[in-house]
């Protein structure tokens, strides 16, 4: 048995330092996966008994949504302790135990640091409001006399917050929050504060955790007269994180949660010394976009506006995730044109988004939501794949907030749709129970077990994205093709290029294409049919069909 500093020194797992460049991510709550103790509540015992599940999907990474003590009223975002495990969910021990099987199946797990507030039960909240004005531990938080400072600052939960401040009655004075009003802010301005996020970091890490998730990270520092998002000090706070976290633990990956536009996002990976990853939220919507207008310009757009980034660095890329699907990085007439083609019934709405699963969105329609799959795959960025939606598993827009795209994983088409043991009255969420959705219609016995599945065909997709490394880190070219309605691009790196057409039409289309890498004939990646020839130049493209095919420069 290694000890716990021996796993430390040794780093995590794996000797590629870059290893989140070509990764692929799979995110998942832990409640919402399988219940090992039949107590209806998802656990770190039933997760790690289905690893071989995530290992033959051929992900190599697994983000786990907060495990923490927590009162739960943001899903445990609102942190009650940082360095145990909730009770509902197992024990640290069983987290190591987690951890241990993941690294023996070769993935990496990456974990929530939610840095920027606490919950109000965090006994630093409760201590701050009981402190006296001024001192080290008031400063912990973020106070005020009025309720008027930082006025230029977003409210970012708009369907729940009327103001980022909120009054405690204990303390006589106002707190700052970003986010739900039982989430006050930590104040990085306090050295002490900035010392006690390093001890959770240190914590983490000893285990052997691979990566963090730096959780609302923009949001760190307050100053006047500004937006209170991507401040110089957030930035030089990240650099020192940085710092710290290479000092002592190798290959460990920072990923930056900045829901911000693309110069922004970027500014997050610093010269390469700041956080090696950061979500793309604006290629997303657009993804959606593009689709429905049957038109490449919104990524176009999106490609021209993300600047390059540091060599060590990679974007995140996703389709969906826990939260609603976020409508803030789009102009406010996208915005209406996103909500009236995506979220016509007004409860699919959300602050500035839409609370809906990617397969509903699609209408479940199997040749869309595999177009997107395959632009995910094919574009920069290392994709994430969010639990359930390589089923292409259904929402419930009758639960309050985010939890309808947060229902248990659906493993079987048996009642209780292997979840759980305990009777589905006793679950943290219900079931997703109408057609086309419920585990009747959509499980994993039955995907795994059916070539055609949409499980299989992302499981391909994995495949062939592990088996081309230009699609990991290769320069990205748009192809012209004749048509505003076909998404082509090539990926190059070295003497290596794929090419990835996208049909955003239900109609089929001819296309021109022509680009002088490619020389002879070509078979379809995904199809295995031939369907490309050089010389011919021209492709025929089925109503949303994608097709891919590769080569090599010294080919022909
Ligand atoms: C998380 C949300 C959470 C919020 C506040 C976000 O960025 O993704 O799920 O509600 O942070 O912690
Ligand atoms: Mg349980």
Not at 413 to 423: I, K, L, R, V
Request: with cysteine; glycine share 6%; hydrophobic share 40%.
């Amino acid at each position: 048995m290694t000890t716990r500093a021996g796993r430390a020194a040794a780093g995590s797992q794996g000797t590629d330092p870059t290893w989140y460049r070509d990764a692929i991510i799979y995110e998942v709550h832990v409640r919402s996966f399988a219940d090992s103790d039949g107590d209806g509540v998802g656990d770190f015992r039933g997760l790690t008994q289905k690893l071989p599940y995530l290992a033959a999907l051929g992900i190599t990474a697994v983000w786990l949504l907060p495990f923490y003590p927590s009162p739960l009223r943001d899903d445990g975002y609102d942190i009650a302790d940082y360095t145990a495990v909730h009770p509902q969910y197992g024990t640290l021990r069983d987290f190591e135990t987690f951890l241990h099987e993941a690294h023996r199946r070769g993935l990496r797990v990456i974990t929530e640091l939610v840095l920027n507030h606490t919950s109000n039960q965090h006994p630093w909240f409760q201590r701050a409001r009981r402190a006296p004005a001024g001192s080290r531990w008031r400063d912990f938080y973020v106070w005020s006399d009025t309720p008027d400072r930082y006025a230029e600052a977003r409210i970012i939960f708009k369907d729940f917050e009327t103001s980022n401040w909120a009054w405690d009655p204990v303390a006589r004075a106002y707190y700052w929050h970003r986010f739900y009003s039982h989430q006050p802010d930590l104040n990085y301005d306090n050295p002490a504060v900035r010392r006690a996020i390093l001890r959770v970091v240190d914590f983490w890490c000893a285990l052997g955790v691979d990566g963090l998730r730096l959780d609302a990270v923009p949001y760190l520092y307050e100053r006047d007269g500004t937006p209170c998002e991507n401040l110089p000090e957030t930035h030089a706070f990240l650099k020192d994180l940085r710092r710290y976290v290479d000092a002592r633990y190798p290959h460990r990956m920072l990923l930056a949660e900045a829901n911000q536009w693309p110069e922004h996002a970027a500014a997050y990976f610093g010269d390469g010394d700041e956080c090696h990853m950061a979500f793309h939220f604006p290629l997303m919507p657009r993804l959606y976009m593009a689709l429905k207008q049957g038109n490449i310009s919104p990524l176009e757009w999106v490609f021209e506006r993300t600047p390059a980034i540091p060599e060590n660095c990679q974007w995140c890329t996703f389709l969906r995730n826990h939260d609603e699907l976020t409508l803030e990085m789009v102009t406010p007439e996208e915005r209406e044109y996103m909500w009236r083609e995506y979220a016509p019934d007004p409860r699919m709405r959300l602050n500035l988004g839409i609370r809906r699963r990617l397969a509903p969105l699609l209408d479940n329609d199997q040749r869309r939501i595999r177009l997107l799959y395959s632009m995910l795959f094919s574009f920069p960025g290392t994709p994430i794949v969010y639990y359930g939606d390589e089923i292409g598993m259904g929402d419930n827009i009758e639960l309050f907030d985010r939890n309808g795209v947060r229902t248990p994983m659906q493993w079987d088409a048996s009642p209780n749709a292997g979840f759980s043991t305990a009777s589905p009255s006793l679950w943290y969420a219900p079931m997703i129970s109408t057609p086309p959705f419920d585990p009747a219609h959509v499980n994993v016995a039955d995907q795994t077990g059916r070539s055609d599945s949409l499980y299989h065909f992302l499981k391909h997709l994995i495949i062939l994205r592990k088996a081309h490394p230009e699609l990991s880190s290769g320069e990205m070219r748009w192809l012209q093709t004749g048509s505003r309605s076909v998404a082509a691009v090539l990926r190059i790196e070295k003497n290596r290029w794929l090419c990835a057409v996208h049909n955003l039409l239900d109609a089929v289309q001819e296309i021109e294409l022509c680009f002088p890498q490619a020389k002879g004939s070509f078979r379809d990646l995904i199809e295995g049919t031939l369907i490309y020839h050089a010389d011919a130049g021209r492709l025929t493209l089925q109503p949303y069909q994608t097709v891919w095919f590769a080569g090599t420069m010294d080919q022909g």
